[in-house]
């Protein structure tokens, strides 16, 4: 066991005039499965990427043991899969390697095959298996969960398990609670270490939010007490000097010199009431430092005049001569929420582009969908986003104002308004695709991975909106929670 040290640390990007860490200090044991949650662009990825001393920064950072990033570099994926590995780490020991492999339910032919050759979610297994193999090493693991399906994701997340002694960054709740002993969150303000899983630390987190409302309630009553309380004093005060140039009843002259002590008293006493408020309002501002905006969404879908509007009966999708799935048979009904489930390569994104007519692959079989029927597509890809928010808007013909107010919504500072959208997360370009796809009047929302680097505060943000506007929907998500809530009916491939 050793620790790592993180003192007085302070980033900013350059050419950035805001601080994405400033003056923060923590401690983390090398033998913890941490995980690493916070909202997306809060800088998950750039902490990995400083304790990698990539970037340099005001502070220090103190650690005996290495670190190494998931996923590493690959220079030459044509090599064979065994000599991408031997580059990475020289020193393995074979039947190490292959015992690691076996664990991760890998063939070990596919050391014998070039590394590009391998589908995503056997190369982050095979860079999984390699990473550990090293030891006195700490590990960082950054969204492993993107390329894997939903058995791969449980089958990762009991691996990850039996081992320690790294951070993991993921958005999957339920991946995370079988993964992690421990949280760090990077909060509005400040970062916290937890001990537990993610249920654990969202539990405690909605404990403290509450608390945290509650006080800033009773905090609210007390500034308007004080206000009122004020604004009495304040005119009771001016009310007394405007008897200094009069008389009494009885015809005598005010005695001004008495009058004045009264007022300038009576102003003191509002001054200090003020003073207090001002206080109770600063308190109340401090109070507040890590409560999230997480406000509800709105989804305005258009109503079909059918009741069906999609229909499948056996479908069989090809690429050249190969088949994707066979006999794939199933409707869309008003309302409902179809999951399409299966392993990669089972087809899924193929029968979502079949349904959007977006490059339709060949198919055989019947495929029927209603005429006039308008969709709102979100792709797994977002490397063609460009631009300006505004820029975007416009190209899909959306309101600019309601766009901006949804990813106002998911946690987007108004500064990022005024950037390219190419300079952006991943999962802040992710909310630029959804929150386009939630402004479109349509009648069917089909989405593939919609939240691939979405954080979990907007992945709730996004439950709670389907299941309000019960919109119809066709959707791939290897997410099991959001499956598991969201889905009225699954189609297994």
Known sequence: MSMIQVSHLTFAYEGSYDNVFEDVSFTLDTDWRLGLTGRNGRGKTTLLKLLMGQYEYVGTISAQVEFDYFPFSVEHPEYLTMDVIEEFYPDYVDWELRRELSLLQVSEDVLYRPFDSLSNGEQTKVMLAALFLKENHFLLIDEPTNHLDREARELVSQYLKTKSGFILVSHDRAFLDTSVDHILSINKTNIEIQQGTFSDWWEGKQRQDQYELAENEKLKKDIKRLAQAAERTNKWSHEVEKTKNGTLNSGSKVDKGYVGHKAAKMMKRSKSLENRQQAAMEEKSALLKNIESSENLK????????????????????????????????????????????????????????????????????????????????????SHLQGTLTEYANAYGVEESLFKAILRKLDFARIQFEKDISSYSGGQKKKVLLARSLCEEVHLHVWDEPLNFIDVLSRMQIEQLLLEYNPTMVFVEHDREFCRRMATKIVQL
Do not use: M
């Open 299 to 382: 989804l305005s879908q258009l109503t079909y005049h059918k009741t069906q509007l999609a229909e499948l009966d056996r479908v069989s999708i090809y690429y050249g001569d190969k088949p994707v799935c066979t006999d794939v048979s199933f409707t869309i009904e008003k309302g409902e929420r179809i999951a399409l489930s299966g392993r990669n390569g089972s087809g899924k994104s193929s029968l979502l582009k079949l349904l959007v007519g977006e490059d339709p692959p060949t198919y055989t079989g019947t495929f029927r969908i209603g005429s006039q029927l308008k969709i709102s597509y979100v792709s797994q890809d977002t």
